[in-house]
Structures are given as C-alpha cells and as structure tokens.
C-alpha cells in the first residue's frame, strides 16, 4: 500500500507541477483578455442575468431543464467538500498561502469555465429515444468538433469506471467530520450517504436537478453565515491573516506548532490544484451540467461560470480559509480534511459549532456525489448512444457509481486527493485542447452575443433563439 501511495504521490506532483499550472492560469488569462474582463468586472450585468433569473417559470430556448436548475447541478459539483476538506488539506500542505493561488486561479478560470458551457451548447445533443435530455460531455465534443470517435469511446469508458473513485474523498470527509462531531461510526455514516443517494439518483436528470436546487442554496447559505459569525468574532485579526495570506503566497512558510511549513511551490501547487477541484474550472465539468440549460443564447448560460465561480471559491472557499487561519487550527492540531475544519469551528462555537460543521460536510458531500454521478452517466450515455441499451446500462451504473464510495471511505485522505488531482489533470488536459482547437468559434458565439443579439434585445426588438446544431459550423436562427 505505501509503494502505490509514493507512486501516487509522486505522479500527482508531476502533473500538477509548474507545466500544468502555467498553462491552466495561462489559458484563463488569454482567454479573459480575449473576453475582455466581461465575466470578471461587468458584476451587476451577470449576476441580473444568472441569480437575478432563478425564479423564472419560462425562458426562452431549447434544453431539458432551467439555466438556474442546470447551474444548481452544476454547483453540487462545485460546492462540496473541496471547499471544506479541500481547502482544509491545501493549508496544511502548502500553507495559508495556497488561498491567494486559489484566488488567482478562480479569477481568470471565470473565462474557462465559460468557454466550458458554450462548447457543451455547441455541441450537445438531443438524447430522444433513451431519455428526452440534452447532453454533452468531453467525449460528445471529440467526436462533434473532431470526428474523432475513437477517441471519444476511450475517454467515455475511462470517465464512467474511474470517475466514481473521485468521490472517495467526499464519503472520507463525511467520516471523519461527522465522527469527531457525533461519535457516530463510519459504517453507519456510509450505508445512510449510499441509500439516499441511491434513491435521489434513481429518478435521473429531474430528479436530481430539483433536489439540488434546494439543497445547494439552503446548506450554501447556511454555512457562509457560520463562517461570517468566525470572522466577525476575530474582525481584528484579519488585516493580519490577509497579509499573511499574500506574504506566504510569494515567500516560504515556516513550520509551527504541527504546522511542517511550505515553500512557495507548495503554494502555488496546492492552492491552483485544490481550487481546480474545488471551482472545477478548466475540468470540463461545466460542458456537462449546462448542456441540458434551456437558454436563448449560449453566452447567456457561460455568465453562470461566473456566478458558479466567484460562489464556491472566492466565497465559501475563502470563509473555510479563514476560519482555519484565524483560529489556528492548521498548526495547533494535526487533524487534516473536513476534520481540520470541524475542529476550527468548534474552537469558536463549541460542540455544536462542529456539529453544524459536520451536518454541512455531509449534505454537501452528499450533493457532490449525486452532482458528480450526473457528469459520469454522461460517459455511459454517449459509449452507448441514443438507445434501449444507454437506458438498462443506467440502471446498473447507478450501483456501480456508488460502490467506490461506500467500500473505500477509511483510505487514508492524502492518497484519495492524490488520485483525484490525477484524475482532474487528465480532464484538464482534454478540455483546454477543445478550448484551444475552438477558440475561434468560441469568440464567434461570443461576439454574437456582444454584437447582434444583446443590443438587439435592449433596444426592445425581439431577436431569435439561437441555437447551435452539433454536426455543422453554421448557426441556425
């Protein structure tokens, strides 16, 4: 076991290393300069066309699903515990400079996770026969924008079998958090995750996407105002955990306490990998998701990059951070994961402020696991086609997707977030040649939306939906 931890260990610190982080920031900031800075800056223009739209009955468009309930699936991705054990584990071991890099990464990964949604609009499909959604994933678009359908068959098989293993670290976070807070044992704690997930995802994409809707704003909100109350009770200390935050980002961190200090390599490495899987910008996981949106325009939908963006990373990721800074946590214990930040709440609210914790980590580890069980059906959906089989093949994956979960809870948290940083680098890796090969064609939806089809809405006309038929170049109106 501990020469297949080292060789994962060892494999993830090439591939996260400086050629996957400089590329990863390199491409978001192209891309923003491209964008010119609309996802970052024009705020009050985005958040009027994504959270200022959640309550609306009927938009405009073709899809399976609303652009609000497609996003709620999109942010049970996001919102999980990458954000709390995620976060957590990035401290401990790059140090409380991983934050900025976390930061920096989440501003200019905006722009990548737009270009995300737009290709997933470009090149879904309409899925009649088998299940009435629309979908896409990596492999829709290898084969829609390349032809390459061999390619596309490979990577649908190694998304569908692997992907599962990702929520490993959900199910270890749940443990362990919900044990430090309750006593309550593991085996336990997993049977309830898999039976209720079990039976959220047996109903499909309506299914989920109306739990998640739910739960995901509720929980989110929720967990922001605990860690408002934290950084309120320490209001003082924070000019000086925000300079330590930018000092640590560019300069080592020396070890204290149980803290084993970082260099700025450790920083950069943990903060952009963690945010990655955090935001899961740049993963491809935002093609998915908001393929089934019903939209006017493909640009419409890519604004909830943004809206998805700036929530999970430059605010509930940031609230984790400093809770665990603030109380010090990171180097008076040397509890790791969602334990580490259970144990920081707890130090400010006492018992229950743990308990709280651990009610948070497990509801949305638990929304993870079904916001990530959609991305993987795509997989079995497009190796199968549009047919009877794709539709008995769910049914059974339904159980396999859960057995990684349930069975491998108790594996030590530093080699489950090893695989997984393997696993996202490879989905990186994939998803920026799509976003590089079609950059052009992005900028041209892009610059449709700037050009004719938003003026010509504010100026009170009413201009046609777009959409965007997978198999040719042109637009159709």
């Given at each position: 076991m501990?020469?297949i931890?080292?060789?994962?260990y060892?494999?993830?610190?090439?591939?996260w290393?400086?050629g996957?982080t400089?590329?990863l920031?390199?491409?978001?900031?192209?891309?923003?300069?491209?964008?010119?800075?609309?996802?970052?800056f024009r705020?009050l223009?985005?958040?009027?066309?994504?959270?200022g739209?959640?309550f609306?009955?009927k938009?405009p468009?073709?899809g399976?699903?609303?652009g609000?309930?497609?996003a709620?699936?999109?942010l049970?991705?996001t919102?999980?515990t990458g954000?709390?054990?995620?976060?957590?584990?990035?401290i401990?071991?790059?140090?409380?400079g991983?934050?900025?890099?976390?930061?920096?990464s989440?501003?200019?990964g905006?722009?990548?996770?737009?270009?995300?949604?737009?290709?997933?609009?470009?090149?879904?499909?309409?899925?009649?026969n088998?299940?009435?959604?629309?979908?896409?994933d990596?492999?829709f678009a290898?084969?829609?924008a390349?032809?390459?359908?061999?390619?596309?068959?490979v990577?649908?098989?190694?998304c569908?079998?692997?992907g599962?293993?990702?929520?490993?670290?959900?199910?270890?976070a749940?443990?362990?958090?919900v044990?430090?807070?309750?006593?309550?044992?593991?085996?336990?704690?997993?049977?309830?995750?898999g039976?209720?997930?079990?039976?959220?995802?047996?109903?499909g994409?309506?299914?989920?996407s109306?739990?998640?809707?739910k739960a995901?704003?509720?929980m989110?909100?929720?967990y922001?105002?605990m860690g408002?109350?934290?950084i309120?009770?320490?209001?003082?200390?924070?000019?000086?955990?925000?300079?330590?935050?930018?000092?640590?980002a560019?300069?080592?961190?020396?070890a204290?306490?149980?803290?084993?200090?970082a260099?700025?390599k450790d920083a950069?490495?943990y903060?952009?990998?963690r945010?990655?899987?955090?935001?899961?910008?740049?993963?491809g996981?935002g093609m998915?998701?908001h393929?089934?949106a019903i939209t006017?325009?493909?640009v419409?939908?890519s604004?909830w990059?943004f809206?998805?963006v700036f929530?999970?990373?430059?605010?509930i990721?940031?609230?984790t951070?400093?809770?665990?800074?603030?109380?010090?946590?990171?180097?008076?214990?040397?509890?790791t994961?969602?334990?580490?930040?259970t144990i920081?709440?707890?130090?400010?609210?006492?018992?229950?402020?743990?308990?709280l914790?651990?009610?948070?980590?497990?509801?949305l580890?638990?929304t993870?696991i079904?916001g990530?069980?959609?991305?993987c059906?795509?997989?079995?959906?497009y190796?199968?086609g549009?047919?009877a089989?794709?539709?008995?093949?769910?049914?059974?994956?339904?159980?396999?997707?859960?057995?990684p979960?349930?069975?491998?809870?108790?594996?030590?948290?530093?080699?489950?977030?090893?695989?997984?940083d393997?696993?996202?680098?490879?989905?990186?890796?994939?998803?920026?040649f799509?976003?590089?090969?079609?950059?052009?064609?992005?900028?041209?939806?892009?610059?449709d939306?700037y050009k004719?089809?938003?003026?010509?809405?504010?100026?009170?006309?009413?201009?046609?939906?777009?959409?965007?038929d997978?198999?040719?170049?042109?637009?159709?109106?």
């Open positions: 501990e020469s931890a080292n060789f994962l060892a494999l993830d610190d090439i591939l290393g400086t996957m400089v590329i920031i390199g491409t978001g900031i192209l891309l923003t300069l491209r964008f010119r800075f609309r996802y970052q705020f223009f985005n958040i009027k066309n994504t959270y739209r959640m609306e009955k938009a468009g073709h399976t699903i609303s609000f309930k497609a709620c699936t999109a049970a991705n919102i999980g954000n709390i054990s995620g976060v957590a584990t990035a401990v071991s790059g140090g409380p991983a934050l900025f890099w976390m930061w920096f989440a501003f200019f905006m722009s990548t996770k737009a270009c995300e949604i737009i290709i997933g609009q470009r090149y879904r499909e309409h899925y009649k088998s299940m009435d959604e629309y979908v896409c990596r492999s290898l084969k829609n390349f032809g390459w359908k061999k390619g596309a068959i990577l649908a098989l190694f569908f079998i692997l599962p293993w990702t929520c490993c670290v959900q199910t270890e749940v443990v362990g958090s044990k430090e807070a309750f006593g309550v044992s593991g085996l336990v704690t997993v049977i309830i995750i039976v209720t997930c079990l039976l959220t995802i047996w109903g994409l309506r299914s989920i109306a739990v998640m809707s995901v704003p509720i989110s909100m929720l922001i105002l408002l109350g934290v309120i009770l320490h209001f003082k200390e924070i000019p000086g955990v925000i300079e330590l935050i930018i000092v640590s560019f300069s080592p961190t020396a204290v306490g149980g803290f084993a200090g260099t700025v950069i490495q903060g952009v990998a945010g990655i899987y955090s935001n899961d910008a740049g993963t996981y998915i998701a393929a089934s006017d325009h493909p419409r939908q604004i990059g809206g998805e929530l999970d990373t430059m605010i990721c940031s609230i951070a400093f809770t665990i800074i603030l109380t010090g946590s990171y180097y008076t214990s040397e509890a994961s969602s334990t580490l930040t920081a709440f707890s130090s400010v609210y006492g018992e229950v402020g743990g308990q914790t651990a009610i948070a980590v497990a509801v580890a638990w993870t079904i990530m069980y959609y991305t059906e795509k997989s079995v959906n190796a199968f549009d047919s089989t794709n539709k008995k093949m769910m049914t059974f994956y339904k159980i396999y997707y859960l057995i979960c349930v069975i491998f809870y108790n594996v030590q948290a530093d080699i489950l977030w090893a695989l997984t393997i696993l996202s680098a490879v989905y990186v890796a994939i998803t920026l799509i976003i590089a090969a079609k950059h052009k064609e992005i900028f041209r939806i892009f610059d939306f004719r089809f938003l003026p010509a809405q504010e100026r009170g006309e009413n201009p046609p939906v777009v959409s965007f997978c198999r040719k170049t042109e637009e159709k109106d």
